[in-house]
């Protein structure tokens, strides 16, 4: 029988009912391990079909070319993937990342499919907007429940503040996102100038954004917040107004402190100085923002100015992802413990490599960091964080995490067979 016992672990098999999947993983049954085949079975050099059903009675020895592989679900390691600059770029899904999202839904030699959630940066809509985005781009379905963006965590801001100015996004987008979250009194920049036109000089609001926004009593508003949840689209006017707030007597709108230590706290989704799009280099992100809200804050102030990030590299991002990851296995895959590994691919060395490296030395889990190619990180560079592996695309970056894992079980492998896999492979 067989010998390759404890590869993935303890075995769950999806009977391959939907290939279409509207559910990601469908009912798991747990079989013997030995119907779990090997990379070394005939059967990963046939030409056979990957996706017929089998029994799970079949009692085949695993040395006898299986004609169908199974569909397995691992429950002992994890998938985690930034989104911009990994598999989606400008819009549009970077050329792997289709092929890899079906590698990792069984469509590999392994039969393996492997759970996953989905950690970006990014944000300025409902996690079902984003989602449902993200399931037309790659052709699958991605559920909120295996979904972060930058601005998830502040959900938990909700109950702290009532009055909140939003800032960044598309119209009202933000807004509809924070009072989602929770959030009771949600004011944006536009509802600020729409009260006071001379606020922002060289800003008029469109006649569309004059309509959605709110009229407000400077004197009775106090912010008790400030939150930056997507990219501006208005630099100028929206650092005004969020300058305003910080040199408040505690926030009231219509105060100024003398001694500019009195404002709200100010809260951004992330810290991403540059990020991937379709342009041949590298955008401004909202930590460029942040920067020159900082330096703008100290030249007016003489006083320096602690904003507070959430997303990418923040530890507690990474946190809150572990506990989406173990809520996501066991919902969708009825997995109840924690992966043994979690690989996460990013494009950025200072967000994702960072982040993932230095939640590593934190859990015990092992928390593997892989860098691509198709992002920010250009090939040739030098990190500034160096991951534990890098790889031309997301699709590489798959094969290698299943492939690792199999070699990591594969019965007589020893760790120090494993180095090659954990070596540093950036170019100098
Ligand atoms: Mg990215």
Redesign the pocket.
Known sequence: MATNNNRYGLQRVRLDLDTARADLYGPNLIVPRDLVPSASDPIFNSDMTKHEEVSSTDTSPINTPMPHPPQVTSDDFALAF?????LIKGGEPIPSAVDAMKYINGENEYGCKVPYIFL??GGGKTEKERCLDLSRQLDLNVDPGQFICGHTPMRDMAERYHTVLVVGGEGEKCRVVAEGYGFKDVITPGDIIKTRHDTTPFRKLTDEEHGNSRLLDLDKVRIEAIFVFADSRDWAGDQQIILDCLMTKDGWLNTRSETFTEGPPVFFSHT?VV??TSHEHSRLGMGALRASLEAVYTALTGKDLNTVAFGKPQIGTYEFATRLLQKWRKDSCGIDKSPSTVYFI???PE??IRGTNEFNKTTENDWFSILVKT??YQDGAVPRYPPRKTCDNVFDAVKFAIEREHRKTSKGTTVSELDFDTSQEVPN
Do not use: K, P, Q, R
């Not at 930034?82 to 990994?86: A, L, N």
């Open positions: 930034d989104i911009d600059g990994v970006t940066n991403d990020w991937s990013g494009d950025t967000s994702d992002g920010v």
